[in-house]
């Protein structure tokens, strides 16, 4: 294929179709030769090989082996269209994650150590590392074998982080020693290794007299302090926890203890047994205080459990029960006027039990009017005076006159 170049010159122009490509990019290759850039599958490698080489870099300290078997990953990841729609970094992170997983020398890191890194959450970059192994089949072809994470490894490298000096490979031997007494009692199946490593390390530190306490280690495994706790219960259950310092670094006992959830399942067992001998004890408690009656019936019940018989209405088991006694009540309560009492005699279907009071009803209560007194001396002259001054005004004709102008005409104010 040749094409016209400005100077009127032709120019021969192929393309290659790589090992890795679907099709062949005609106008991508001709604008690379043309202008002399890359072509945008190169700019891709680029982008990803710039973000594997950040995400690999300080803390992590990744080797460039594993850098180059990421790079292998990430160009599968283009082939298939995985990375449009996600982050550069965070397929990045995965891709070293999986190279990681791979090998059985550097397999030392978690997938929480490349969330920090990226500042991504984890459950997000763990559903793209399922999603990638789902996309590339690599639990079906030779990426098949994902190494479990080398927790020897992983304990040296959290005894770096935690700053004991020339003591730490020591620590880190005896934090192993721990680890393999812990799978020996089947205290490491199930569990993550990085709650195993966090409790391991604060017993070897321990043994050499060094203080870390569980929330210092929570910050360096990136484990919950409950997890901790909860590994070092199970390992307080077994018999190496009741050895000394010395003891435990020169005896290895033969004897392996039982699975954490087989001695929980004795614990329930006890537990239900303890609440059924409760129960038993409260009935028969019960039956005591109640009366013989009521404890031949918990006896008949107990010994004849399987027997059915008929069931019983709550009136006949009225019926057969006892009566409550009577509230006992001092005999000088029953003097004081208007108190109400219930006598011993008195029965519920009595006439003076069944009887209420009176409902009140609204309004002030008939027949309790007082009647208005009568007027005093004083106001019979007042009133008496009042009456002999408007006799005298009436009898003034000016004042009459007056009053029939101001009648007649409203407008017109009155003469006073």
């Not at 803390?59 to 990953?73: E, F």
Request: proline share 7%.
């Amino acid at each position: 294929m040749f094409v016209d170049m400005p100077g009127g010159e032709s120019m021969r122009a192929g393309v290659t179709v790589g090992n890795d490509a679907t099709r062949a990019r005609v106008y991508d290759a001709l604008a690379a030769r043309i202008v002399g850039g890359m072509t945008s599958r190169e700019v891709s490698e680029a982008n990803g090989r710039q973000a594997i080489r950040a995400v690999a870099g300080h803390p992590l300290n990744i080797v460039q082996d594993l850098q180059d078997t990421a790079m292998q990953v990430y160009k599968l990841c283009l082939v298939n269209n995985f990375v449009q729609g996600r982050l550069t970094r965070s397929v990045a992170a995965v891709c070293l994650y999986i190279a990681c997983r791979r090998s059985k020398e550097n397999n030392k890191f978690m997938l929480i150590d490349f969330a920090d890194k990226c500042n991504i959450n984890v459950f997000k970059l763990g559903s793209i590392f399922k999603d990638l192994l789902d996309v590339l089949h690599l639990s079906q072809s030779a990426f098949q074998s994902l190494e479990p994470i080398n927790i020897e490894s992983l304990i040296l490298r959290f005894a770096e982080q935690m700053n004991f000096g020339r003591m730490k490979q020591r620590i880190a031997n005896e934090a192993v020693r721990i680890v393999q007494r812990m799978s020996r009692d089947w205290l490491t199946d199930g569990r993550r290794p990085a709650g195993i490593c966090g409790a391991a390390l604060i017993l070897a530190a321990r043994m050499n007299n060094f203080r870390r306490v569980v929330r210092e280690v929570v910050y360096t495994v990136k484990v919950a302090e409950v997890t901790i706790l909860k590994r070092l219960d199970e390992f307080s259950q077994t018999e190496s926890s009741a050895l000394t310092v010395e003891e435990f670094r020169t005896r290895d006992l033969e004897r392996a203890e039982d699975p954490p959830s087989f001695k929980n399942k004795d614990k329930t067992k006890k537990k239900r047994g303890l609440r059924k001998k409760g129960r038993a004890t409260g009935d028969r408690d019960d039956a005591t205080e109640n009366g013989p009656e009521r404890a031949s019936s918990v006896a008949a019940s107990n010994t004849n459990e399987q027997l059915q018989t008929p069931a019983e209405t709550q009136a006949e088991r009225d019926r057969r029960s006892m009566p409550p006694p009577p509230l006992p009540i001092d005999p000088k309560l029953l003097r004081v006027p208007g108190l109400r009492s219930s006598e011993p005699s008195e029965r519920p279907g009595s006439p003076s039990a069944d009887s209420s009071p009176p409902k009140r009803t609204r309004g002030r209560p008939p027949g309790k009017t007082k009647p208005p007194a009568p007027p005093s001396t004083s106001d019979l002259q007042l009133e008496a005076r009042i009456e002999a001054d408007i006799e005298d005004i009436l009898r003034n004709e000016t004042n009459v006159e007056n009053a029939k102008d101001v009648h007649d005409n409203p407008d017109v104010p009155g003469i006073p």
